[in-house]
């Protein structure tokens, strides 16, 4: 049974950059919720996918967007980075919309410049 | 928004000693699920326990979902127990996941 991957595990960009992050989901899930972790602070849910489609969003802006893939991976994209966009991205599988348990990836630590 | 609570925010303990980590939430959930926080940020996952007591090893938790809170008990603690433990809860008309705050952990040697 393969985990939850994300790529990549670091990464550098200017303000005003566009960014994207990805994510494999485990094996058999079919839903991929997105969180920004600033240093010393709790996950915050970004978004939620399932079969494709967004299910739920947290406070984030438009600039903040996603897709899903027929494989279930998914895409974190961020336009317009800003200095407070520094954080570490989780990805999280879990079997069904709002049910079973969360499985997260090692993360994508963005530093913006 | 549901709003969840983690207490005590920070712990520090003799190796050996045993903790215990609550967490509040606001409304009903019918998801919540524990983690640790491992030093290179990784999110590993401890129980998912909506209701009820589950056990494994020296960890154990409960939910008592009527009253609207969870608990994690940690026995005999090791210096390897040190880290964060996050709390997070859903519900089924909301679908946003929410986190507590985290409880930071150290236990000395």
């Known amino acids: 049974e393969t985990g939850v991957t994300q790529s990549p595990t670091h990464l550098i960009k200017t303000r005003g950059q566009q960014v994207t992050l990805r994510c494999s989901s485990q094996?058999?899930?079919?839903?991929v919720s997105w969180y920004q972790q600033a240093l010393g602070q709790g996950p915050q849910f970004i978004f939620q996918?399932?079969?494709?489609?967004?299910?739920g969003r947290g406070n984030f802006p438009p600039r903040f967007s996603g897709l899903q893939f027929p494989n279930y991976s998914s895409e974190l994209n961020v336009n317009a980075l800003e200095l407070d966009d520094s954080a570490l991205y989780l990805c999280?599988?879990?079997?069904?919309?709002?049910?079973?348990?969360?499985?997260f990836g090692e993360g994508s630590r963005l530093t913006v410049l | 928004g549901i709003q969840v609570e983690q207490s005590p925010p920070d712990l520090i303990l003799q190796e050996g000693a045993n903790s215990t980590l609550r967490c509040n939430f606001s409304?009903?959930?019918?998801?919540l699920q524990w983690f640790h926080q491992n030093p290179w940020g990784q999110l590993i996952n401890l129980f998912y326990?909506?209701?009820g007591t589950k056990q494994n090893g020296r960890l154990s938790a409960t939910t008592v979902a009527t009253e609207r809170y969870s608990l994690l008990y940690i026995s005999s603690s090791q210096t390897t127990d040190s880290g964060v433990y996050f709390c997070?809860?859903?519900?089924?008309?909301?679908?946003?996941?929410?986190f507590g705050k985290g409880t930071r952990l150290h236990i000395l040697p």
């Open positions: 999280a599988s879990s079997p069904g919309l709002n049910t079973g348990e969360l499985f």
């Open positions: 094996s058999g899930h079919n839903t």
């Open positions: 996918y399932y079969r494709e489609e967004e299910n």
């Open positions: 409304d009903s959930v019918n998801n």
């Open positions: 326990i909506p209701s």
């Open positions: 997070a809860v859903s519900m089924n008309r909301d679908d946003k996941i929410i």
